[in-house]
C-alpha cells in the first residue's frame, strides 16, 4: 500500500484566526531588512531559478494572482476572486437569519473584514452552490461572472515580462488556471509586424484538438519562437461564437464548480499534461494558491510517485547533499506567494522535500533554504518592500536577471558572433568585452548585491507605462526603424536583435568612457544627458569634441534601412551641436556625407519666410568607427584614442572611401619626377 504522504495540520480555527489578525494588521506590518545570511540564502534560491530558466527548464504555472487588479473593458475588476465571488453570492436565496452580519445581507459567508470574502468560501463552492438550484450554467458564466470579456482584461506587467521570457525563446510553455487571454495578447503585441505567421504567435490551447494542432510546434529559421498557452480551466475566446447554440456548447468547457474542478472536466489531456511537465520540467506556481482539487492532488500524486520510487542504493549520494541536489534537481517545484505559504503551497513543497530525500523537511527550512519566495524574501525583489511580494515585482527581477546573463554570456563573451565581428577590427576586442560585461553584470568586487543580481543598469528594462515596453526596446525600435512610430508593447530580443544591443551598449560604453576621465563605466544619470531620440532622428548619444573642449558632437545609431537621405528633413531640435555622424550597424555599408534639412517645426514660417538649416551628416560604419582599414590597436587606450579622433574627424574616413582621394594617397614619385602607382 502506498505511504501516505506528511501532511501539515492546521485546525480551520487557527487559520481563520491567524487570517483575520493578518488582515486587521496588514498596514502595521514592519518590514525589515533581511539579515546577511537570510539575503544569501535568498539569493541562492533566487540564482537557481535564474539558472533553471536560462536553459529551458522552466514553465510557469500561473493563476488568479496575476490577473486580479487587471480591469475589464468597463474599468472594473471582473478577475478579482473575491468580485467574482459576490456577484454569484448574490444571485443565491437570501437567508432567513436576521442575525447574519453578511456586508450584503444574503449569506454569513462574508461574516467579517471585506478581504476576507473568497478565503472561507471559494469560487468553485459558491458556483457549485448556484447550479445546484438547477439554474443555466450559461447565465452564471456570460451574464454574472461575464467571462467572455477576459479576452479585454488589462495586460499586467508580469504578463509583459513573462512573455519576454518567451520572446527570448527560454520559455516555450505557460499552464494557467485562468481564463483570460492576457499572455497571448501581450506576446502578439510584442511582435513585429512580419512575423504575425501562424508559427510564430501565442497558441491558446483549451481542448484535445486544439492541443493536438500546436503541442508540437516548433520554433523555424529566424522566427519568434511560438508560446503556447494551456488554459487548464478554459478559455474566454471560446466564448466569442456568434450563435446562442455555440455559446452556450462553449460555457461547458469553462470549470468552475468543484464537480468540474476534480475530475478536470474530462480534460484528460490537461491531467497527462501537467503530470508530464511536473517530471521533467521545474513548474514555478506564481499567483496560485487556491485550493483547487483537481491540480493540487494531481501534484500530490505525482510527488508521491517520486518518493515511492525505489533508489539505486548503489549511486545514491550521501545524506548530506541530497536537500541541495534535490532542490536544484531538473524538475523541483518553485512556488512564489504574495504574502506567506497557503496550506496548499506547504502541502505541495513538503511533498517535493520528502520525495527528493531531503534532511530537512520543516517549513522553517523550506522557507529558508527550499524553491519559495514569499513577502520575507521581498527586500530582494524591491528597493522599497511593502509587506507583499507582488507577481510584477517578482517576474520583473527574474527577467531582468535573465537578461543580462544571457545577454554577457551569448553576446558579449568570447567565441561570439559578436566577438568575431570586433575581432575583424580591433585585435583586443577579449579585453573590450571583458569590460563591457562587467561594466553591464558584474560578477565581483565591491559592487552591490542588486548590481551581480539584476544588472547595473536594471533602468534599461523598466516598463514605461505610456509604452508598454522596456525603455531598451524604445531605443532600439529608434535605431531599427527609425521615422516610424513606435508601437505599444513592441519588444527587442536578444534572440533577433542581439547584434544590435550589443553594438549599443558597446557605444555607450565608449562614449561614457571618452567623455568620463574619473571613472571607467557609465551609470544611468550620465546616460540620461547623452541619450536623445525621436521618431524623426532616431537615437542620438551625445559625445565630446576633445578633453578639454566645451563643444559637443552627435552620434546618431542607424541600422542600414534607417539611414538619412540626401536632403531630407529632420523635423527635431538637436541642440547646438558641432558635428553629426550617423553610425551604421552594416559592416558592408561605405562612407559618405549627406546633407539633411534640420527644421523645429515643420512648415512653421518666420517673419513669413521659411527657415530651413541645412547641416552635414558623416555616416561610417561600425566597424570604420572601431578603426578597420588602420592599424590594429593592441590595448583599449589606444582603441579608444581612435574611436576619439575618427568621432572628432569622421572626413578622415570619408574621404578615404572616395576614389580619387584612394589613389591621390597612392601616388608616389620616383626621383626623376615620372609618376608611379
Same mark, same amino acid.
Given at each position: 500500500?502506498?505511504?501516505?504522504?506528511?501532511?501539515?495540520?492546521?485546525?480551520?480555527?487557527?487559520?481563520?484566526?491567524?487570517?483575520?489578525?493578518?488582515?486587521?494588521?496588514?498596514?502595521?506590518?514592519?518590514?525589515?531588512?533581511?539579515?546577511?545570511?537570510?539575503?544569501?540564502?535568498?539569493?541562492?534560491?533566487?540564482?537557481?531559478?535564474?539558472?533553471?530558466?536560462?536553459?529551458?527548464?522552466?514553465?510557469?504555472?500561473?493563476?488568479?494572482?496575476?490577473?486580479?487588479?487587471?480591469?475589464?473593458?468597463?474599468?472594473?475588476?471582473?478577475?478579482?476572486?473575491?468580485?467574482?465571488?459576490?456577484?454569484?453570492?448574490?444571485?443565491?436565496?437570501?437567508?432567513?437569519?436576521?442575525?447574519?452580519?453578511?456586508?450584503?445581507?444574503?449569506?454569513?459567508?462574508?461574516?467579517?473584514?471585506?478581504?476576507?470574502?473568497?478565503?472561507?468560501?471559494?469560487?468553485?463552492?459558491?458556483?457549485?452552490?448556484?447550479?445546484?438550484?438547477?439554474?443555466?450554467?450559461?447565465?452564471?458564466?456570460?451574464?454574472?461572472?461575464?467571462?467572455?470579456?477576459?479576452?479585454?482584461?488589462?495586460?499586467?506587467?508580469?504578463?509583459?515580462?513573462?512573455?519576454?521570457?518567451?520572446?527570448?525563446?527560454?520559455?516555450?510553455?505557460?499552464?494557467?488556471?485562468?481564463?483570460?487571454?492576457?499572455?497571448?495578447?501581450?506576446?502578439?503585441?510584442?511582435?513585429?509586424?512580419?512575423?504575425?505567421?501562424?508559427?510564430?504567435?501565442?497558441?491558446?490551447?483549451?481542448?484535445?484538438?486544439?492541443?493536438?494542432?500546436?503541442?508540437?510546434?516548433?520554433?523555424?529559421?529566424?522566427?519568434?519562437?511560438?508560446?503556447?498557452?494551456?488554459?487548464?480551466?478554459?478559455?474566454?475566446?471560446?466564448?466569442?461564437?456568434?450563435?446562442?447554440?455555440?455559446?452556450?456548447?462553449?460555457?461547458?468547457?469553462?470549470?468552475?464548480?468543484?464537480?468540474?474542478?476534480?475530475?478536470?472536466?474530462?480534460?484528460?489531456?490537461?491531467?497527462?499534461?501537467?503530470?508530464?511537465?511536473?517530471?521533467?520540467?521545474?513548474?514555478?506556481?506564481?499567483?496560485?494558491?487556491?485550493?483547487?482539487?483537481?491540480?493540487?492532488?494531481?501534484?500530490?500524486?505525482?510527488?508521491?510517485?517520486?518518493?515511492?520510487?525505489?533508489?539505486?542504493?548503489?549511486?545514491?549520494?550521501?545524506?548530506?547533499?541530497?536537500?541541495?541536489?534535490?532542490?536544484?534537481?531538473?524538475?523541483?517545484?518553485?512556488?512564489?506567494?504574495?504574502?506567506?505559504?497557503?496550506?496548499?503551497?506547504?502541502?505541495?513543497?513538503?511533498?517535493?522535500?520528502?520525495?527528493?530525500?531531503?534532511?530537512?523537511?520543516?517549513?522553517?527550512?523550506?522557507?529558508?533554504?527550499?524553491?519559495?519566495?514569499?513577502?520575507?524574501?521581498?527586500?530582494?525583489?524591491?528597493?522599497?518592500?511593502?509587506?507583499?511580494?507582488?507577481?510584477?515585482?517578482?517576474?520583473?527581477?527574474?527577467?531582468?536577471?535573465?537578461?543580462?546573463?544571457?545577454?554577457?554570456?551569448?553576446? %558579449?563573451?568570447? $567565441?561570439?558572433? &559578436?566577438?568575431?565581428?570586433?575581432? #575583424?577590427?580591433? *585585435?583586443?576586442?577579449? !579585453? +573590450?568585452?571583458?569590460?563591457?560585461?562587467?561594466?553591464?553584470?558584474?560578477?565581483?568586487?565591491?559592487?552591490?548585491?542588486?548590481?551581480?543580481?539584476?544588472?547595473?543598469?536594471?533602468?534599461?528594462?523598466?516598463?514605461?507605462?505610456?509604452?508598454?515596453?522596456?525603455?531598451?526596446?524604445?531605443?532600439?525600435?529608434?535605431?531599427?526603424?527609425?521615422?516610424?512610430?513606435?508601437?505599444?508593447?513592441?519588444?527587442?530580443?536578444?534572440?533577433?536583435?542581439?547584434?544590435?544591443?550589443?553594438?549599443?551598449?558597446?557605444?555607450?560604453?565608449?562614449?561614457?568612457?571618452?567623455?568620463?576621465?574619473?571613472?571607467?563605466?557609465?551609470?544611468?544619470?550620465?546616460?540620461?544627458?547623452?541619450?536623445?531620440?525621436?521618431?524623426? %532622428?532616431?537615437? $542620438?548619444?551625445? &559625445?565630446?569634441?576633445?578633453?578639454? #573642449?566645451?563643444? *559637443?558632437?552627435?552620434? !546618431? +545609431?542607424?541600422?542600414?534601412?534607417?539611414?538619412?537621405?540626401?536632403?531630407?528633413?529632420?523635423?527635431?531640435?538637436?541642440?547646438?551641436?558641432?558635428?553629426?555622424?550617423?553610425?551604421?550597424?552594416?559592416?558592408?555599408?561605405?562612407?559618405?556625407?549627406?546633407?539633411?534639412?534640420?527644421?523645429?517645426?515643420?512648415?512653421?514660417?518666420?517673419?513669413?519666410?521659411?527657415?530651413?538649416?541645412?547641416?552635414?551628416?558623416?555616416?561610417?560604419?561600425?566597424?570604420?568607427?572601431?578603426?578597420?582599414?588602420?592599424?590594429?590597436?593592441?590595448?583599449?587606450?589606444?582603441?579608444?584614442?581612435?574611436?576619439?579622433?575618427?568621432?572628432?574627424?569622421?572626413?578622415?574616413?570619408?574621404?578615404?572611401?572616395?576614389?580619387?582621394?584612394?589613389?591621390? $594617397?597612392?601616388?608616389?614619385?620616383?626621383?626623376?619626377?615620372?609618376?608611379?602607382?
Amino acid at each position: 500500500m502506498a505511504k501516505q504522504l506528511r501532511l501539515i495540520s492546521v485546525s480551520d480555527g487557527e487559520w481563520q484566526t491567524n487570517t483575520v489578525c493578518e488582515i486587521k494588521n496588514k498596514n502595521k506590518v514592519d518590514v525589515t531588512k533581511l539579515s546577511q545570511s537570510d539575503l544569501v540564502k535568498t539569493e541562492t534560491k533566487f540564482l537557481r531559478l535564474v539558472e533553471r530558466v536560462i536553459v529551458g527548464g522552466v514553465i510557469p504555472f500561473l493563476g488568479a494572482g496575476l490577473s486580479l487588479k487587471c480591469t475589464g473593458p468597463d474599468g472594473k475588476e471582473i478577475a478579482h476572486t473575491s468580485e467574482m465571488i459576490c456577484s454569484v453570492c448574490h444571485q443565491l436565496p437570501k437567508e432567513r437569519s436576521t442575525e447574519s452580519r453578511c456586508r450584503i445581507g444574503r449569506h454569513s459567508c462574508c461574516n467579517g473584514p471585506k478581504e476576507l470574502c473568497g478565503k472561507k468560501r471559494g469560487l468553485a463552492e459558491v458556483c457549485e452552490e448556484y447550479l445546484w438550484g438547477k439554474r443555466r450554467l450559461s447565465k452564471l458564466v456570460l451574464e454574472i461572472l461575464q467571462i467572455q470579456k477576459f479576452t479585454a482584461l488589462e495586460i499586467s506587467t508580469a504578463h509583459r515580462y513573462i512573455v519576454y521570457l518567451a520572446r527570448e525563446s527560454v520559455i516555450e510553455e505557460v499552464i494557467t488556471a485562468n481564463y483570460d487571454t492576457s499572455l497571448e495578447r501581450a506576446y502578439q503585441e510584442s511582435l513585429d509586424c512580419g512575423h504575425s505567421s501562424n508559427r510564430s504567435s501565442a497558441h491558446s490551447v483549451s481542448n484535445l484538438q486544439h492541443y493536438r494542432k500546436v503541442a508540437g510546434i516548433r520554433q523555424q529559421n529566424s522566427q519568434p519562437s511560438p508560446l503556447k498557452v494551456y488554459h487548464i480551466n478554459g478559455c474566454a475566446s471560446d466564448l466569442e461564437g456568434s450563435s446562442k447554440n455555440a455559446k452556450d456548447t462553449a460555457c461547458e468547457t469553462i470549470l468552475l464548480t468543484e464537480r468540474q474542478l476534480q475530475h478536470w472536466g474530462d480534460r484528460q489531456w490537461g491531467r497527462d499534461l501537467l503530470r508530464d511537465r511536473l517530471r521533467c520540467k521545474n513548474i514555478v506556481f506564481s499567483g496560485f494558491g487556491s485550493p483547487e482539487p483537481q491540480v493540487r492532488h494531481t501534484t500530490l500524486q505525482v510527488l508521491e510517485e517520486f518518493e515511492l520510487d525505489p533508489r539505486d542504493r548503489q549511486h545514491e549520494e550521501k545524506r548530506t547533499n541530497l536537500q541541495e541536489t534535490g532542490w536544484r534537481a531538473p524538475n523541483a517545484v518553485f512556488v512564489h506567494a504574495y504574502e506567506d505559504l497557503t496550506f496548499e503551497q506547504k502541502q505541495m513543497l513538503v511533498a517535493y522535500a520528502y520525495a527528493s530525500g531531503a534532511s530537512e523537511t520543516s517549513v522553517k527550512s523550506i522557507r529558508e533554504s527550499g524553491n519559495c519566495f514569499t513577502r520575507d524574501d521581498a527586500s530582494l525583489f524591491a528597493e522599497e518592500p511593502s509587506g507583499c511580494l507582488a507577481a510584477d515585482d517578482f517576474w520583473m527581477q527574474v527577467y531582468k536577471a535573465v537578461f543580462w546573463r544571457i545577454l554577457t554570456r551569448d553576446w %558579449l563573451s568570447y $567565441g561570439s558572433p &559578436f566577438y568575431y565581428l570586433l575581432l #575583424s577590427s580591433i *585585435s583586443c576586442a577579449d !579585453v +573590450l568585452l571583458s569590460q563591457v560585461r562587467n561594466w553591464l553584470l558584474p560578477d565581483s568586487g565591491p559592487s552591490l548585491q542588486c548590481e551581480r543580481l539584476f544588472g547595473r543598469l536594471p533602468k534599461y528594462l523598466d516598463i514605461r507605462c505610456d509604452k508598454d515596453s522596456t525603455i531598451l526596446s524604445e531605443h532600439i525600435w529608434h535605431i531599427r526603424y527609425r521615422g516610424l512610430q513606435f508601437p505599444s508593447g513592441w519588444y527587442a530580443s536578444l534572440d533577433e536583435r542581439g547584434i544590435i544591443i550589443s553594438s549599443y551598449f558597446v557605444l555607450v560604453y565608449l562614449l561614457g568612457s571618452l567623455s568620463n576621465t574619473e571613472q571607467d563605466s557609465p551609470g544611468w544619470a550620465h546616460i540620461e544627458e547623452i541619450i536623445k531620440f525621436s521618431q524623426s %532622428l532616431g537615437l $542620438g548619444l551625445e &559625445f565630446p569634441l576633445g578633453y578639454d #573642449s566645451p563643444h *559637443s558632437g552627435l552620434l !546618431v +545609431l542607424s541600422h542600414r534601412e534607417s539611414l538619412f537621405q540626401q536632403g531630407e528633413p529632420i523635423y527635431e531640435d538637436i541642440g547646438d551641436h558641432n558635428l553629426i555622424v550617423q553610425v551604421v550597424i552594416d559592416s558592408n555599408f561605405s562612407p559618405r556625407r549627406v546633407r539633411v534639412q534640420l527644421k523645429k517645426k515643420p512648415d512653421v514660417p518666420v517673419n513669413g519666410m521659411k527657415q530651413v538649416k541645412y547641416v552635414s551628416v558623416y555616416q561610417i560604419s561600425f566597424l570604420d568607427l572601431l578603426g578597420r582599414g588602420s592599424r590594429k590597436p593592441e590595448e583599449v587606450p589606444e582603441f579608444l584614442e581612435i574611436v576619439r579622433r575618427r568621432l572628432a574627424f569622421p572626413s578622415l574616413v570619408t574621404d578615404r572611401s572616395k576614389k580619387r582621394v584612394r589613389d591621390r $594617397g597612392r601616388i608616389r614619385r620616383d626621383l626623376g619626377g615620372a609618376g608611379r602607382r
